[in-house]
């Protein structure tokens, strides 16, 4: 597969559909499982607030992968995307409800770079806070 995406169709500055995702408690027992990152502060809201947690909070990995997904859906091929990193600012703190919580992700091209390449900068938030910053990925465009 190849990103459905032209390099030569894309300016610096290029907007891509911003997306929300749904964080529950259901989610992060099921990323706990494909993962095998079983830490209670994920799951255990005792636990979690015994080592001065707000709540439950999701897992980084988990938080980094949906925000991927807003680049990864705009490319239309998930190999595309050839670097990817954050750095971890804030978690996303995730109520024992029926919402949970959301991560809103925007993103746009920031430069335009060699072989067809270009990079994107994300930013995504929570509840109006930043919980990735430096979220930078390099995507090979068509």
Sequence with gaps: MTAKIAYDD???GTELPAQAFPVT?????????ASGDFNPIH???KFAKEVGLPDVIAHGMFTMA?????????AGD???????????????VVPNDDQG?????????AVKLDDNTVRVD???????QKVLGMSRAVVRLA
Aim: glycine share 8%; aromatic share 10%.
């Design 10 to 12: 894309v300016e610096v």
């Design 25 to 33: 408690r259901a989610a992060l027992v099921q990323y706990a499982g």
């Design 43 to 45: 799951w255990n809201e």
């Design 66 to 74: 949906e925000a991927i997904r807003v680049v990864t859906d705009w």
């Design 78 to 92: 998930p190999g595309a995307v050839v670097e990817y990193g954050v750095r971890f600012t804030k978690p996303v």
């Design 101 to 109: 919580a959301t991560v809103e992700v925007s993103a746009k091209v």
């Design 122 to 128: 994300l930013v995504a938030t929570s509840v109006g």
